[in-house]
């Protein structure tokens, strides 16, 4: 489970043309009832769906054709028009992964399918979303102000802007996906506030983030400002080339700036279920790539790395007025710092 960056589509069926009309929260939240699977509460389905008949319509469906016929699904108004609920997507598994209910049936099944082959993963979004909110806060100790969030997903619980702009009600946040739920839920969460905006965007094109409107009229290049490509980088292939994009977002930076990053890894005793999880992805748009720390510390080459360095990231500055967390091995979690 992780943020999104980017890639094509492909096509396939949902099944049976369904309508979902949502709980309270429209389809998995917080208030959805829960399911241990280990420490983690698990994700419950609350939609109500049924299956529409043929012919029948309401003037408020947006419909969506499978291949020229009437598979029908008619879509939340949360979900922006084009939105293809064929595929899963990376952001929309991770949303459903930390309990949020912008996902579709094929992002649910699909992370069903993950916690199948590896029921740890949970805990990995989980510890995930923790170590987002420290980094944040330790960046926001150090007098830092301005975040762009590079694959961002979907706003959920412990947003970026909400921690920083606690801190600090003045902080500018952006953040940039390549999803379009991500980027129109993003969109709606934020209207009104003045100092965060979410915009689409792909990591592989930096300039096409650094360059766009609403970024450069938020954040101030001239003063530090932290990258965030949480959940992200693993997305990305050797031929993408991460060291080459880190480099390109940096050099937009300001020495005392800051590049935060996480990104899975393999494990030896885990081998058998990160090779069902990478399977599995291998069969969405959005392949996930393990490397070691050696790799990730190379992707942040030309920075340094603040302590305590690459490490798992239940051991990047644990909080010691939070309860101990599992050691997650299976992700690994860096700041590094632009200098003088």
């Known amino acids: 489970m992780g943020a999104d960056t980017g890639g094509g589509t492909e096509s396939g069926h949902i099944g049976a043309p ?5 709980g309270d929260a429209g389809g998995v939240g917080d208030a959805a009832g829960a399911v241990k699977d280990g420490s983690v509460t698990r994700p419950t389905v609350i939609t109500t769906c049924h299956v529409m008949e043929s012919g029948s319509r309401s003037p408020q469906d947006r419909d969506i054709y499978n291949d020229g016929y009437a598979d029908r699904v008619s879509l ?5 028009d084009g939105v293809d609920v064929t595929v899963p997507n990376a952001a929309r598994v991770y949303d459903y992964g930390l309990g949020g209910y912008h996902n579709f049936a094929v992002d649910r099944e699909f992370a069903e399918q993950l916690i199948s082959a590896w029921p740890g ?18 960046l926001a100790a150090q007098g830092v102000r301005q975040f762009l969030d590079i694959g961002s ?10 921690v920083v702009q606690a801190i600090d009600p003045d902080a500018r946040v952006v953040y940039v996906d390549v999803d379009d739920v991500a980027v129109s839920h993003g969109q709606a969460i934020l209207a009104g506030n003045r100092y965060a905006a979410a915009i689409g965007g792909d990591l592989r094109h930096p300039a096409g983030i650094l360059g766009h409107e609403r970024v ?3 954040i101030d290049f001239d003063r530090p400002v932290a990258v965030l490509l ?3 980088l693993h997305f990305l292939g050797d031929e993408d080339d991460p060291p080459k994009l880190v480099r390109e977002l940096t050099e937009a930076l300001v020495p005392g700036s800051y590049v935060a990053v996480s990104h899975f890894t393999a494990v030896d005793d885990l081998g058998h279920e ?15 790539r393990t490397r070691n720390p050696k790799q990730v ?17 239940t051991s990047w500055h644990p909080d010691p007025e939070e309860p101990a967390e599992h050691e997650q091995r299976s992700v690994l979690g860096a700041v590094g710092r632009k200098p003088e």
């Open 18 to 22: 369904d309508t979902c009309v949502p």
């Open 76 to 80: 939340p108004e949360w979900a922006p």
């Open 121 to 138: 993963i949970l805990q990995v979004a989980h510890t995930n979303r923790a170590y987002l909110g420290r980094v944040v806060r330790w």
């Open 153 to 162: 997903g979907i706003p959920t619980r412990g947003n970026v802007h909400e």
């Open 216 to 218: 450069r009229a938020l």
């Open 230 to 232: 949480v959940a992200v």
């Open 274 to 288: 990160h090779e069902q999880v990478t399977k599995l992805y291998d069969r969405t748009p959005t392949s996930v």
């Open 297 to 313: 510390a190379g992707i942040l080459a030309g920075l340094e790395l603040v302590e305590p360095g690459v490490v798992p990231i």
